[in-house]
């Protein structure tokens, strides 16, 4: 399967892209199955199980898959419109959307969080139902969000599953491993930014690609200047203050005093990480790189190479994006960027192994040294668990995307020190955090059972 640039890099909506954009997708993919039915429908019921309903309300699962199922999508969320709708339907206990009759819904009655086993398919099951004049169900289906906004129903995930190392993707360059991806950059003579380029331009115009990269870094930088300018309460009750704005006031007032010590740099990449995870946390405008939760460590990784990097250049952001989706597809067709599936080594792990690989790139990096800087960003967040205070993406996220980004520049740097030689290759380190995941107890995939979750005191 090939995962394009535009797969890894999505505008979506905060707080998460497994609990909020997937649920809002599946929510559209059943209004469409819907209006292709031959059934007459005059209501629709959900269900959410498994991490989808352990951690839904403080990720907003609920609003999302009731947006949806009103014909909201991530990609052209209006939040004012948002709102209103959910107050009509509140009150009306009716979702109206085109090409559909009215459709019988109370979010009370008919929404419902299922907290026994998760369903087979993965941990972030949801099952959508229509039901007839009588309430009875005539349709059903069931989604999985697998994370990074990504959404498969039982059957694609079926699919997915015999499918998963046999059908190559009809593209110049259809590496699935990184010793893949080393040997035809060797081969070719290319770098790994150029494959990616050459497997796009399969599918799209060179006009629409720059364009579409051009947009995913204009929305990625936008975030971190309304993060930067934001105040006040997170919501979601706990109580979490934004601090990106008083953190870019102080390094604004310290500039040139030459007082600062140089460790002041780690300040920055935190700061634009923060201010991209508090813009999510509150909702707002994100895109997911790869996640939501993780949506802070690349952005602020290319800022900071933009703002802080002697020589850099805006020419080379699309270089930057096109390396870092093909590390981030390595890791998600080996082995997974669901937090729900893997702990958060998938999330900010593979983040920072995508960030850091995009540094290398634009620095100068040979593919080995890319691939080594990877590498080094994911062996370091190997074990890491997903352990979100109160189900919410702030506690520890919104720092760990500000560690994650210091990772993923030191790896980068790093790497460029050596000549790509090492000993864990990124397959071996992709898969030992697949190994991991799988190991990892239930209780710290995103459940908010264990960890940090169940020791700070809900205040
Ligand atoms: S702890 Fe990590 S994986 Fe879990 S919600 Fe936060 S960012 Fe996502």
Not at 154 to 160: L, V
Not at 169 to 184: G, H, I, Q, S
Not at 429 to 448: F, L, N, P, V
């Amino acid at each position: 399967m090939f995962l394009s640039v535009f797969d890894m890099f999505k505008v979506g909506v905060g707080p998460s892209s497994s609990h909020t954009m997937g649920p809002m997708v599946a929510g559209a993919r059943f209004l469409a199955l819907l209006r292709a039915s031959p059934f007459h429908v005059k209501g629709v019921r959900a269900s959410l199980h498994g991490s989808l309903a352990f951690t839904g309300v403080g990720h907003a699962t609920d609003r999302a898959t009731i947006l949806g199922l009103a014909g909201f999508e991530p990609a052209t969320y209006d939040a004012a419109k948002a709102e209103a709708a959910l107050q009509t339907i509140r009150e009306g206990k009716t979702i109206h959307v085109p090409d559909l009759p009215p459709l019988a819904f109370d979010p009370q009655r008919d929404l419902l969080f299922d907290y026994g086993p998760a369903l087979p398919g993965h941990a972030n099951g949801m099952i959508l139902k229509a039901t007839d004049a009588q309430g009875d169900v005539i349709l059903q289906e069931t989604y999985y969000s697998i994370g990074g906004g990504f959404v498969l129903t039982a059957e694609e995930m079926a699919e997915a599953g015999s499918a998963k190392g046999k059908v190559r993707a009809d593209v110049p360059y259809p590496f699935e491993k990184a010793d893949e991806m080393l040997a035809m950059a060797r081969a070719s003579g290319l770098s790994i930014a150029a494959m990616k380029r050459a497997n796009e331009l399969r599918f799209r115009s060179a006009s629409d690609l720059e364009a579409g990269m051009a947009r995913i870094w204009a929305v990625m930088n936008d975030c971190i200047s309304r993060g930067m300018a934001g105040t006040g309460i997170l919501p979601g009750g706990l109580n979490v203050r934004r601090r990106a704005k008083g953190i870019h006031d102080a390094l604004l007032a310290e500039r040139g005093l030459n007082l600062t010590p140089p460790h002041v740099i780690n300040d920055w990449m935190s700061l634009y990480a923060m201010a991209v995870n508090e813009e999510n946390a509150a909702g707002g405008q994100v895109v997911t790189a790869p996640t939501n939760g993780a949506a802070g460590v690349v952005p602020a990784v290319i800022r900071y190479y933009l703002d802080h990097v002697p020589g850099a250049s805006q020419t080379k952001v699309g270089e930057f994006l096109l390396t870092a989706a093909a590390v981030g597809g390595l890791v998600k067709h080996n082995a997974s960027i669901s937090g729900a599936e893997c702990g958060c080594q998938a999330e900010v792990g593979a983040a920072a192994a995508m960030a850091a690989a995009g540094l290398a790139a634009v620095l100068g990096g040979s593919p080995e040294q890319v691939e080594n800087a990877a590498e080094i960003a994911l062996e370091h967040h190997l074990g890491m668990t997903c352990d979100p205070v109160r189900g919410l993406v702030q506690v520890p996220c919104i720092e760990r995307n500000g560690l994650g980004a210091i990772k993923a520049v030191s790896a980068a740097s790093l790497a460029l020190r050596g000549d790509g030689i090492h000993l864990v290759s990124l397959d071996n380190c992709i898969e030992t955090m697949r190994q991991t995941g799988a190991d990892m107890h239930e209780k710290y995939k995103e459940t908010s059972l264990g960890g940090l979750a169940v020791n700070v005191p809900n205040c």
